[in-house]
């Protein structure tokens, strides 16, 4: 799908359809979230656009009807004259401090569902310089679809962010689409090879990282390389849970470089090799991956690997 900044009403429709649920990183307001009539808009406002700044960052669209933070519907829209960009603008840079760099407003005209009226979404990246405050005086972070207050020792860990790596991973196979191969007579594919990709969003190098990569226990990890099985235990991450076996490797600057920002490179030399159990029809299973550095918080996040008609793809959660 295409960046949240350049959404049209057409992509606002495909997430309504799709069923896309709220999550630590986007959240659906109903038009009166904005409504002059209500006394605290712009503390809400400002409160909801630092919480995604002080978190993982993530998109508010202004707009659409929800409903147990599934989205129901494009709501009857705003009239461009009465809540505009360049106010939505004005109130974040006003109420929020530090002033938060990057915020992209994106207005949308309903064209299919409500011509000349219009509807925002409003793009947040996860700060480099948080913490941020709402007019309230108040910190607040993302949790549980919601922007609740930051107890203090958070906002002394998100105020050293920029002290700490900003580690992330991604899996990857040979290629965006891997043919799978089944042999007469055995219940596992030939292997597929798999790696993943680590990178630094922040300016501070990690020098000392530890890595686990889960796998589905449905799938055969046939080669693991350098890792070290751990165990077999559940996973769960976001809406997703699964029974995983697990497998770890620490690294330091004595056995690989350092990971600098905006560098990625592969961690698992040699490859992973991974089996697909032989089933009739489309098949998906998790897989998920953790870091954790030396002043960094703890990440934790899932992907999927989809099989359909004989071809592997790995889909990030």
């Known amino acids: 799908m295409k960046d949240a900044w350049d959404w049209e009403e057409e992509d606002i429709e495909l997430l309504i359809q799709n069923g896309v649920q709220e999550s630590l990183t ?7 979230s904005l409504d002059k009539r209500k006394p605290n808009r712009k503390k809400d406002l400002s409160k909801d656009v630092s919480a995604f700044a002080n978190s993982a960052g993530g998109v508010i669209v202004y707009g659409v009807i929800e409903t147990n933070h599934l989205p129901t519907g494009i709501d009857s829209g705003y009239d461009p004259k009465d809540i505009t960009r360049e106010w939505l603008e004005q109130v974040i840079n006003s109420t929020i401090q530090r002033r938060i760099d990057d915020v992209k407003i994106k207005q949308i005209e309903l064209k299919n ?18 913490p941020h405050m709402a007019e309230d005086h108040i910190f607040y972070k993302r949790f549980n679809y919601q922007s609740i207050p930051m107890e203090e020792y958070e906002v002394r860990d998100v105020a050293n ?31 597929i090879t798999l790696n993943a990709v680590i990178t630094n969003e922040s300016i501070a190098p990690a020098m ?7 796998f589905d226990k449905q799938l055969t990890v046939i080669n693991y390389g350098s890792f070290t099985f751990q165990s077999e235990e559940i996973v769960q991450t976001g809406d997703m849970a699964f029974i995983a076996n697990c497998y770890s490797r620490n690294y330091s600057v004595h056995i690989a470089m350092p990971v600098w920002q905006g560098v990625k490179f592969k961690i698992c030399i040699p490859h992973f090799q991974i089996a697909v159990p032989k089933i009739n029809g489309d098949m998906s299973y998790a897989l998920a991956w953790s870091v954790d550095s030396l002043g960094m918080q703890p990440k934790l996040r899932g992907a999927i690997l989809t099989v359909s008609n004989n071809q592997a793809k790995i889909l990030d959660v």
């Not at 986007?26 to 009166?32: I, P, Q, S, T």
């Not at 000392?208 to 889960?214: A, I, P, R, T, W």
């Open 26 to 32: 986007l959240d659906y307001k109903r038009c009166e």
């Open 208 to 214: 000392y990282y530890v890595v686990n990569l889960f």
């Open 113 to 130: 569902s409500n011509s000349g009226r219009v509807i925002y979404v409003v793009s947040i990246p996860q700060s480099k310089r948080a």
């Open 161 to 191: 962010r920029t002290d700490a790596p900003d580690l992330s991973l991604q899996f990857i196979l040979e290629s965006d689409a891997v043919d799978i191969e089944f042999e007469e007579y055995k219940e596992f594919s030939k292997p």
